[in-house]
């Protein structure tokens, strides 16, 4: 399944997965740096959706707080 995630990084809240009015927001703890905060997200979405880190995959938005990504359940 593919969703769409808003991404908060060097949140203190963190790992932590919400649900919101326009989808899921994941605040992690570690920055956006050298894609440590993609590699976050995908540890909290993994751990939300109890499956394996490597069934998640951003597909889209590397870069960017908003993120298109793909959950093999």
């Keep these: 399944m593919q969703l ?3 991404v908060k990084p060097g949140s203190s809240r ?3 997965v919400e649900d919101d009015a326009d989808g899921l927001v994941v605040h992690v703890r570690e920055r956006a740096v050298d894609g440590a905060a993609n590699r976050g997200v995908v540890k909290a ?3 939300h959706f109890g499956v394996a880190p490597r069934d998640v995959e951003i597909v889209r938005g590397h870069t960017s707080r ?3 990504v ?3 359940a």
């Design 4 to 6: 769409t995630v808003r």
């Design 14 to 16: 963190g790992p932590l």
């Design 45 to 47: 979405l993994a751990a």
């Design 66 to 68: 908003t993120k298109r």
């Design 70 to 72: 793909e959950v093999d």
